[in-house]
């Protein structure tokens, strides 16, 4: 990144590095300030000369990329997807020959194009590929790009260059005045005397005082252009005012203002312009001094010639943005050209030009109705544009106005879901809840799929909500009255969740299943699957169903990254990664955590480290655990993240377990149970609970937490849930009931995926055969668990194996479980990916890397493990103790 102000010399430096790019491919792109609105503007400029290679793309990416730069029809991309598709555009073409991008007034792009480069240069590690940006103010698209800043000349080179644009001598005194005044900055040195006299010049006269260094440049400028004729000054005025810099465009509109072709000829002699295939200006300041410099009148008559000349077939959306700017005041028909350019630009992926076209158009509107409405879709396209303080601004300003009851109830809705998307986790659940409670008698539909919204917004506040907690979502939607096809997934996944809360998991069951056996329909589209399937993956959790559960969520994992919907996906890759991690899989569940890591550099987005978590906590390595929960915790209570909290108190009660540190397990557990009734947390919590008020002597609170776990185990009836439930009822039972109950729970948990469960059954039956003085057979249960727990690598459990053995008079060898320590995250991460047959091009989807930096980090992975190929990994990878991951 070029970094510098206003003609410090950024473009000159750009130009050199095109200029000896030998042997490289160079593509070359500028912002324009007044094109800032059309989506993936800048970018469709930098890809056409490669769009060649869309063929060779994944499929989804290429179709992404095809919609966004309107060359095919389909759902709108995700922002993400389009920019993963960016970089494997770039390492195609960089395949035949090294590639250099340069992309010069990045502040002025438009916000998709900055974000898709931005994006794609921050991935780019073994590709042939530069991407060199120019910018004024670096945006946060750039973050934690290498930065050059460019300053003024120093000294003698400030004085050569002045020197070199007088034609008179210079006193001494003005001459520095100039040299101190413009810090060196190129531009002015160049530009400030231009338009001076002599005298002007000599006194130092002529120099405008108290200004800033820009306004300075702009004033020379202004002065050359006041020195033109009026036709060169119109001419000058309609190509600053389309930033295409198409000259056929340009020369229609002057044909319509009468302008004659001499008038070009007046600009290029006084080396203010270029008119070639291209129309350009010598420098962007020039550009905005041409346009700002005109009068009013002067601009909308520029603007009417442009759009008159524009093909509405061709390009409806410049043309629409030309008539807004030719209007005078409000008009409705130019209002509805600019609200279907957002139509267009929203179904292209470009939310942030949906979003200004729509502004535009509520300014230009008429009809109060209608401008209502426009004033919802605006703040709409800038919640999903990520613009909250805009969005929120729009629906102030819709609240001014008359609004009848549905458009209101949309109001309470769209500031409760810009709460909610924006992290403000407490405040979110009370304003969706009363948005839900509005939209009843006005739209039934809506109303319910508000309430799934509230109903997550009070899952992920937990306790911490600010009111409208989870009972409270639960038993208004609950009032509902009831659908006319009731089999639909959004209403019988709220129906399930809100009835398990309300009355109990027995009788949501039933209705659970439904929903569940509705996600499994063939039928369903990969939409709905992604709008509802984060609750249908909640109901198989709330039933303990592990195996649907975890099906789901690969399920739901694959559509995040087909679609490229990655604020979902972080969610979802969090949730595999527990569910994977509770299979002992280890290695899988670092592999997701890896992922959701690269999700979240990729996004900017910030998101619990749940998956380490679980990871630390069964790992058993305090000093390392500790501090992690205790982080979350803290940062998750000021985000008002109850759920963060729950999973972090589970996660040190777990850990607490672990090392037979019962009463401080107690504790946390107990703080994690008392979460959101019923559902994920505080159910998981309870045989924490059980174990460790067992272990401490509080048996009533045991006991408690038995008859809450089993109302939700035996309402699912899996051996999951009747596993951990006999595992816990044995706690608390003696003799003859206390071995049948270990030795149910041993039966049903060795039927489930759940290793680490398993073993931690067989360990609790061997310290309650050692305590019943069998010490013969207290060591065949307690050596299994220590093998298995040593095996998997949950070091404290097994320590607590290898305690008990000792007390039952066993010597034990301590295992340890070998790693792939040389291998970083990452690595380890693509060579698993590999190992299981995945494609450089996949797993650099699955990664948010280019296939060629795939193949680079494949290569120090076989360096450092002493391999030749990816035949080989299997193998290697298996010695070194990794199960397979999931498939």
């Not at 649907?548 to 490229?564: F, H, K």
């Not at 071995?739 to 931690?760: H, K, N």
Request: aromatic share 6%.
């Amino acid at each position: 990144m070029v970094r510098g102000d206003p003609g410090v010399g950024k473009t000159a430096l750009l130009d050199y590095l095109v200029d000896h790019a030998a042997g490289c491919r160079v593509l070359r792109v500028a912002g324009v300030q007044s094109e800032m609105e059309l989506a993936f503007a800048g970018l469709h400029q930098l890809c056409a000369p490669m769009l060649d290679g869309l063929k060779r793309l994944p499929v989804p990416q290429r179709q992404a990329l095809q919609t966004a730069f309107g060359l095919s029809g389909g759902p709108a991309p995700d922002r993400f997807l389009v920019a993963l598709a960016v970089l494997s555009l770039l390492s195609e073409a960089a395949e035949e020959q090294p590639l250099v991008c340069v992309i010069d007034d990045h502040q002025w792009l438009d916000r998709a194009s900055a974000q898709a480069l931005g994006f794609a240069a921050r991935r780019l590690a073994a590709d042939p590929i530069g991407l060199v940006f120019g910018t004024r103010v670096p945006g946060k698209e750039l973050a934690g790009l290498p930065e050059l800043h460019v300053a003024g000349l120093q000294g003698d080179y400030a004085r050569a260059l002045l020197d070199s644009a007088l034609t008179v001598p210079l006193d001494p005194r003005v001459r520095d005045q100039i040299l101190a005044e413009t810090q060196g900055n190129p531009l002015a040195l160049l530009e400030l005397p231009r338009g001076l006299t002599p005298a002007q010049l000599a006194g130092g006269f002529g120099l405008p005082g108290a200004v800033s260094l820009s306004a300075r440049i702009e004033e020379s400028f202004r002065r050359q252009l006041d020195a033109l004729t009026p036709a060169t000054r119109l001419l000058l005025l309609l190509t600053a005012a389309d930033p295409s810099g198409d000259s056929s465009l340009v020369w229609r509109a002057a044909r319509r203002l009468g302008i004659p072709i001499q008038a070009a000829t007046v600009a290029v002699d006084a080396g203010l312009a270029e008119f070639g295939a291209r129309a350009r200006f010598r420098h962007p300041l020039l550009r905005s001094v041409a346009y700002r410099s005109a009068s009013v009148e002067e601009r909308r008559a520029a603007h009417l010639a442009l759009a008159e000349a524009t093909d509405p077939r061709v390009d409806p959306d410049r043309r629409a943005w030309h008539r807004a700017q030719a209007v005078a005041g409000p008009d409705d028909e130019v209002a509805a050209d600019l609200e279907r350019s957002a139509g267009r630009a929203q179904a292209r992926g470009g939310l942030a030009a949906a979003a200004a076209f729509l502004e535009r158009a509520v300014l230009l509107t008429v009809d109060p109705v209608r401008r209502a409405e426009r004033l919802l879709a605006a703040a709409q396209a800038n919640l999903h544009a990520g613009a909250y303080g805009t969005a929120l601004e729009l629906l102030a300003t819709a609240e001014a106005g008359p609004l009848d009851e549905l458009q209101s109830a949309r109001v309470d809705l769209l500031r409760g879901q810009v709460t909610f998307a924006s992290g403000l986790g407490s405040e979110a659940p009370p304003l969706l809840l009363k948005a839900a409670k509005r939209l009843e008698p006005l739209n039934v539909g809506l109303a319910r799929e508000t309430y799934l919204t509230a109903w997550m917004a009070a899952l992920f506040a937990g306790r911490l909500a600010a009111g409208g907690d989870m009972l409270e979502v639960c038993r208004a939607a609950r009032a509902l009255p009831s659908a006319t096809h009731p089999s639909g997934a959004a209403e019988v996944v709220l129906d399930g969740l809100t009835l398990l809360v309300t009355d109990g998991p027995a009788a949501a069951a039933p209705t659970l299943r439904r929903a569940i056996s509705a996600f499994a329909d063939p039928d369903m589209t990969a939409e709905e699957e992604l709008q509802w399937g984060f609750f249908a993956q909640a109901a198989a959790s709330a039933l303990w169903d592990d195996d649907t559960w975890r099906a789901m969520l690969l399920r739901q994992v694959r559509l995040g990254r087909d679609v490229g919907a990655l604020d979902q996906l972080t969610v979802m890759l969090n949730a595999l990664g527990t569910a994977t991690a509770w299979t002992g899989d280890f290695a899988a569940a670092a592999l997701l955590a890896t992922q959701v890591d690269a999700v979240c550099a990729a996004t900017g987005s910030r998101a619990a480290p749940f998956t380490t978590m679980i990871l630390a906590s069964l790992r058993g390595n305090q000093a390392e655990a500790v501090p992690l929960f205790e982080a979350t915790i803290a940062e998750a209570t000021a985000g008002g993240q109850g759920v963060a909290v729950a999973y972090a108190n589970w996660m040190t009660a777990i850990l607490y377990n672990g090392l037979a540190r019962y009463e401080q397990a107690v504790v946390a557990a107990r703080q994690a149970s008392e979460d959101a009734p019923g559902l994920y947390i505080s159910m998981w919590a309870l045989p924490e609970l059980i174990e460790a008020a067992a272990h401490s002597g509080n048996t009533d609170l045991a006991r408690d937490a038995l008859a809450r776990l089993a109302e939700s185990t035996q309402a699912g009836g899996t051996d999951f849930g009747l596993g951990i439930e006999a595992r816990s009822r044995a706690l608390l039972s003696e003799g003859e009931t206390a071995e049948s109950l270990y030795g149910e729970a041993i039966d049903r948990l060795g039927r489930t995926e759940l290793r680490p469960e398993l073993a931690r059954a067989h360990l609790l039956y061997g310290e309650w055969l050692r305590r019943e003085n069998r010490r013969a057979d207290a060591r065949a249960q307690l050596r299994t668990a220590h093998d298995m727990l040593a095996a998997i690598g949950a070091e404290a459990f097994a320590e607590r194996a290898q305690r008990e053995l000792l007390a039952t008079g066993e010597m034990v060898r301590k295992r340890t479980v070998e790693t792939v320590g040389t291998l970083t995250a990452q690595e380890a991460a693509i060579a698993r990916l590999a190992r299981d047959g995945h494609t450089n091009p996949e797993i650099g989807a699955q990664l948010f890397l280019s296939a060629r930096t795939v193949e680079w980090h494949l290569r120090k992975v076989f360096g450092k493990l002493g391999i030749n190929s990816r035949r080989e990994l299997k193998a290697t990878l298996a010695q070194l103790g990794h199960a397979d991951l999931p498939a």
